[in-house]
């Protein structure tokens, strides 16, 4: 709830005067309420009067009062349920909305006694083109206070970049577990009970929402301003951020649950094998209710193959450069074997890397070429500006 969405406030009419005369002839003053103009109509719940909060300095949040919205239902009855809606047109604006931020005044005699004129829950609707469609349900809102839609304790969950990314991070693939082993156990031991997908939810990131039609035509793409991209078990498309170069923290990606908070333990991560879209630095953040709160760093994350968080002792192993080069380091093959003779059998696992050239990923040191005509070549940091090759320890 940081960038507001404005427009033109709509609602399903007022408790006032009808809204088919025309609004410039209201005489309503918002803060001298009704003047006696003979020949003038007047509305004090005009849809207006529930966004035009003044903004004081020094505070967060604008002045609620005077000017209210009021529903136009059966003064004594009150409202059903779905009768009543407010919102605001975007005309030829069309852009998403995520989080919502609503003053409702508590009725006098509350908690005691009187009628309440607050509803505890609200459904988020967008216009399709040709009818209102359900976008999130909220309960439990409160009243006589601001209330926001923002996640509580524990209900979304970030992976954000610790390190500079020189371009736009690029993730193919992410999953988060409330498993310690992210299923790794129960999938090799074939136990059931752990979805290899990770908890569901809603993808969030941290790009700027998009227009309405803008934003579906980049889930449509392979890659780009999408984070459900990441989310969609296919490592031929990619989640791009916005942010190209991106500081430390400014890119992330995550989910967001509304029925019910997660522990997440561990997580799974695909991200480019490029140089320039991959952080080797990854923090898991939780939000709190207020702001995102780091639950785990991880460090040594490659680019390119999946890299799974935490692993546990000796579950991953492998080679470091420690000499610098002068073209990119290349491997035409690579056998790992768990006895000191590298007679027996060799070790069967998910092979991993730093990240790859295009062209060149890491499974080609692995594939058992004879000829070494497939051959890995790394992406890696250059020992200074202008070189082609590979910094000591990169």
Known sequence: CEREVSGVPISSDSFGVPQSYAEETYCYDLFQGCPSIPGCPCDPFLARFAFDGV??????????????WKAPCHPFL???ADEAWIGIDLNDQPRAVNCIRIFQPTHEGWPDSGYPHFSPKLTLEG??????????????????NWSDTRPKHGMAWRLSNFDRIPLSWEVYEMAFFEEETCGNVA??????????????????????????????????????????????????TA????????????????????QKPYNVRCFRLFQSADLLHRSEAIELGMWD???????????????????????????????????E??????????????????????????????????????????????DG???????????RPGSTGCAQGS
């Open 55 to 68: 903004r004081l300095p020094g505070y967060p949040f604008p002045e609620p009062l005077p000017g209210i």
């Open 78 to 80: 009150g409202c059903e």
């Open 289 to 323: 209710g207020e702001k995102w709160v780091v639950e785990r760093f991880e460090g040594g994350v490659g680019g390119g193959s999946w890299n799974y968080r935490p692993s546990d002792t000796y579950t991953a192993w492998r080679l470091l450069g420690t000499a």
């Open 127 to 144: 216009w399709t083109g040709f009818q209102w469609q359900a976008i999130a349900h909220f309960s439990d809102v409160g009243h006589g």
């Open 373 to 383: 005509v497939t051959e890995w070549v790394v992406s890696c940091a250059p020992p």
């Open 325 to 370: 080069t002068v073209e990119p380091w290349t491997v035409a093959g690579l056998h790992l074997y768990a006895d000191q003779e590298c007679s027996g059998a060799e070790v069967d696992a998910e092979p991993i890397s730093v990240g790859s050239a295009p062209a060149y990923p890491i499974q080609n040191a692995f594939d058992f070429d004879p």
């Open 239 to 258: 989640w791009v951020s916005d942010c190209s170069p991106c500081l430390q923290r400014e890119a992330w990606i995550g989910l967001l649950f509304r």
């Open 187 to 236: 999938r090799f031991s074939g136990a059931p009970g752990v979805d290899p997908r990770g908890v569901g939810g809603t993808s969030i990131d941290s790009n700027p929402a998009l227009r309405f039609s803008e934003q579906e035509q980049a889930c449509r793409l392979t890659r780009g301003s999408c984070s459900s991209l990441a989310f969609d078990q296919e490592l031929v």
